[in-house]
């Protein structure tokens, strides 16, 4: 019903930056909040950033002055600038939309991930 996909992960050196799109489609009603998470090997997804319809957004500490999560509501999706990337911010990065579908179902979605490696 919902379909999630991320794009824009690669292989960057430290330092560098990328943008990381994610769309949602399908029977969707309305789009209460989006967000990126991460997850290394060997450890817990944890939260990037999350924006909600409304434009209120939430970071992780580690983030802070570094990445910015956007979103197109018209378009149901999310950005995420990534700028002043560092090693540790190497993790399969997922984006998750909660949306309201249009048989009035609340509910998480998640994408498949998109790899970022940073190089040191």
């Known amino acids: 019903q919902v379909q999630v996909v991320e794009s824009g992960g690669g292989l960057v050196q430290a330092g560098g930056s990328l943008r990381l799109s994610c769309a949602a489609s399908g029977s969707i009603s309305s789009i209460n909040a989006m967000g990126w998470y991460r997850q290394a090997p060997g450890k817990l997804r944890e939260l990037v950033a999350t924006i909600t319809r409304g434009g209120s957004t939430n970071y992780e500490d580690s983030v802070k002055g570094r990445f910015t999560i956007s979103r197109d509501n018209a378009k149901n999706t999310v950005y995420l600038q990534m700028n002043s990337l560092k090693p540790e911010d190497t993790a399969l990065y997922y984006c998750?939309?909660?949306?309201?579908?249009?048989?009035?179902?609340?509910?998480?979605?998640w994408g498949q991930g998109t790899q970022v490696t940073v190089s040191s």
């Open positions: 998750n939309v909660v949306v309201v579908t249009t048989s009035a179902y609340r509910g998480s979605y």
